[in-house]
T-cell receptor
């Protein structure tokens, strides 16, 4: 297993367009997380799944954002009607049920909204 | 309101000397703390963690100290090496590591000079 994979690595989009990111977690990890990181800040929690169930969503996740994890494997994060403030690094991570020794993060998808 | 604070944006240390990175938190409910290291264009990688029932945890050159009364933790790197140059994030969670939501600080950029 090569770790957590995110696609694409970079995305440039025009304001108002929709974008979708994909995350493939480590296969034996049943938890999957999405975080967002802007310049000069630490990662901010967006949402997480245990298997296919979305267990928690941050208030940062506006109604323009939707995440899915069909069949409890890969996950997608969609942003509708993108705004310039959505420009950030979107990080995916996965973990076994006990996340105590840390998640494994992917390398992220950098979104630039122009 | 930032619950996890890393008040030093940067730190410069000579190779071979000790690096001390500090982190303060405000939420008394936090009971698990982690340090992550991040290189440019990569996701954060887990370094070391500590439960609130301990006050010290060591792993090779890395030691984390927890002072619950002061709501303060620190990461010591001895001896520091040029390869340690990265951004270090402190993170905290509620639920002893079993919960999904990590709260991160803004990070401290460590530069280790040869």
């Amino acid at each position: 297993d090569t770790g957590v994979s995110q696609d694409p690595r970079h995305k440039i989009t025009k304001r108002g367009q929709n974008v979708t990111f994909r995350c493939d977690p480590i296969s034996e990890h049943n938890r999957l997380y999405w975080y967002r990181q802007t310049l000069g800040q630490g990662p901010e929690f967006l949402t997480y799944f245990q298997n296919e169930a979305q267990l928690e969503k941050s208030r940062l996740l506006s109604d323009r954002f939707s995440a899915e994890r069909p069949k409890g494997s890969f996950s997608t994060l969609e942003i509708q009607r993108t705004e310039q403030g959505d420009s950030a690094m979107y990080l995916c991570a996965s973990s076994p049920p006990w996340a105590g020794d840390g998640y494994t993060f992917g390398s992220g998808t950098r979104l630039t909204v122009v | 309101d930032q619950q996890v604070k890393q008040n030093s944006p940067s730190l410069s240390v000579q190779e071979g000397r000790i690096s001390i990175l500090n982190c303060d938190y405000t939420n008394s409910m936090f009971d698990y703390f982690l340090w992550y290291k991040k290189y440019p264009a990569e996701g954060p990688t887990f370094l070391i963690s500590i439960s609130s029932i301990k006050d010290k945890n060591e792993d090779g050159r890395f030691t984390v100290f927890l002072n619950k009364s002061a709501k303060h933790l620190s990461l010591h790197i001895v001896p520091s090496q040029p390869g340690d140059s990265a951004v270090y994030f402190c993170a905290a969670s509620v639920g002893g590591g079993s919960q999904g939501n990590l709260i991160f600080g803004k990070g401290t950029k460590l530069s280790v000079k040869p």
